[in-house]
């Protein structure tokens, strides 16, 4: 795939490329070979900016302006498979050096960061003081905050502490001309610009870059515990979900699985591999998680699902890295990862709905589910992913390459079609555009491309990769 298409000439590229380089000095700038590194679905900049500070942050922004140049912010780099290909790709702006704690204050539960923070980084912090940021995106350890919020996907804790537009108070961004722009605040009471604040989560980087944000935080809880049943099916399953629901305690996540999407559980639980499980988990005291596993036992038991087991400590906390893991943004060559969104008491007929299509196109299908907030994590693949070695010829590859994408495209096509909100979160790049990868076209979609016109007339940021294919 080319790296340009109707944008800048390989000569303004380069001039860009050493214009950048002698304003902000070799050591906040790559070009040549490093690019390769921050290359996005197969387009790759020809400079790098790696600012230290944020002043140096809205320079490189302004001399992009400048130049008409072609821009995409980048974290860590592990949610670049969102979304279509750049349209065309300059300069990538990286802010993963754009790290501190930019004002802390424990006793009012607010921290302000940078936006390249890591998710693992902040929750080191936070533990000092018993208190965390319960996002739980897929791979804290490279998750950023800023790609966090440019994504809007979270973890499965959403029910009990909010998304990411519940718990962030305020930012500071910069526009595409590199000038700063605060919404919200740092403190619970200031709500002046919040509604912008709530704008710029999950618009992907294409109206500003993030570049610090506040937020409120939770204490941590003095207990935690998950159980987890087995079920015959789904349905049996939500009326196990209904049934905890109905009780005075308030798990912070609801979540029901294939068991073999989690290796480490299948180990677990040997002979139950081809089963379905609820987990449930339970913040607390310590007497209140002791009284909620009595009372959760009850209630699974009467709506007919086993209680397996109750993992605490260790058990629980990986337990939950691997579910929250699940719908990272890595895919095998014939593999995607789609998420449908419908309402709680529809997960059932959503599922029920995938497992029949992926069996009609021959798919293999893995999932996970948020019974709580009704949203479903699948994996659709190839049932045997061959690999290069006992694939004959580059035909046969080329021609199970074929084969994977039509199947994938009318399972999800008919997905679209019944649940509209059906997001391909991953895929193999070059079938995307044969896609939908955001669903069913919003109903807001005019309203959708005049704010981007309004924030990014020149369409220089992150062109041609939402939903609108600005």
């Known amino acids: 795939m080319s790296n340009q298409t109707d944008g800048l000439s390989e000569q303004a590229r380069q001039a860009l490329a050493a214009r950048l380089t002698r304003e902000l000095d070799g050591e ?14 197969g387009r790759t900049p020809i400079v790098v900016a790696r600012p230290t500070e944020q002043a140096a942050l809205a320079t490189a922004l302004t001399l992009a302006a400048e130049a008409g140049a072609a821009l995409a912010p980048w974290g860590a780099g592990s949610r670049m498979a969102l979304g279509y290909p750049p349209s065309r790709l300059d300069l990538v702006v990286s802010l993963e050096r754009l790290t501190r704690v930019v004002a802390y204050d424990p006793a009012d539960l ?83 610009g919040y509604g912008m604040t709530r704008l710029y989560i999950g618009s992907l980087g294409t109206l ?48 029901a699985l294939h068991v073999a999407a989690l290796p480490e559980l299948a180990r677990l639980i040997p002979g139950h591999e081809r089963r379905a499980l609820l987990a449930i988990r339970v913040p607390g005291d ?83 589910a948020d019974l709580a907030t009704g949203a479903l994590w699948l994996r659709l693949s190839a049932h045997e992913e061959a690999t290069a070695a006992n694939e004959r010829s580059d035909g046969e590859a080329l021609g199970r390459d074929v084969l994977f994408a039509a199947a994938l495209r009318e ?48 369409h220089r940021l992150n062109p041609g990769r939402f939903v609108t294919g600005a």
């Open 411 to 458: 399972a999800l096509d008919a997905l679209i079609r019944r649940w509209r909100l059906v997001t391909t979160l991953a895929c193999p790049p070059a079938i995307k555009r044969s896609l939908a990868l955001w669903g069913a076209d919003p109903s807001g979609l005019d309203l959708m491309r005049e704010v981007k016109r309004r924030f990014d007339p020149q």
């Open 28 to 41: 906040q700038t790559l070009t040549g070979a490093p690019c390769a590194a921050y290359a996005i679905q």
């Open 286 to 368: 310590e007497a209140v998680v002791m009284r909620a596993i009595t009372e959760i036992h009850t209630a699974l038991r009467g709506a007919e699902v086993a209680p397996l087991l109750t993992l605490d400590g260790a058990s629980h906390a990986a337990f939950w890295d691997s579910a929250n893991d699940f719908a990272a943004l890595r895919v095998h060559p014939r593999e995607a990862l789609a998420r449908v969104s419908a309402l709680p008491a529809e997960m059932a007929q959503a599922l029920d709905m995938a497992e029949k299509l992926a069996s009609e196109h021959g798919l293999r299908l893995l999932w996970l």
């Open 110 to 192: 607010t921290i302000t960061v940078e936006a390249g923070m890591t998710h693992a980084d902040l929750n080191r912090t936070l533990t000092e003081q018993r208190q965390t940021l319960p996002l739980d995106p897929p791979l804290p350890a490279r998750a950023t905050i800023g790609g966090t919020l440019a994504t809007g996907l979270v973890g499965l804790r959403r029910s009990l502490y909010g998304a990411p537009r519940d718990l962030a108070l305020g930012m500071r961004v910069f526009d595409a001309a590199g000038q700063p722009l605060t919404a919200g605040g740092a403190v619970v009471k200031n709500a002046t």
């Open 208 to 255: 500003c870059i993030i570049a610090e944000a506040s937020f409120k935080l939770t204490p941590q809880p003095e207990s935690e515990a998950t159980i987890l049943a087995a079920a015959p099916g789904p349905q049996q399953l939500l009326a196990a979900a209904r049934a905890v629901n109905a009780l005075a305690v308030r798990p912070s996540a609801i979540t």
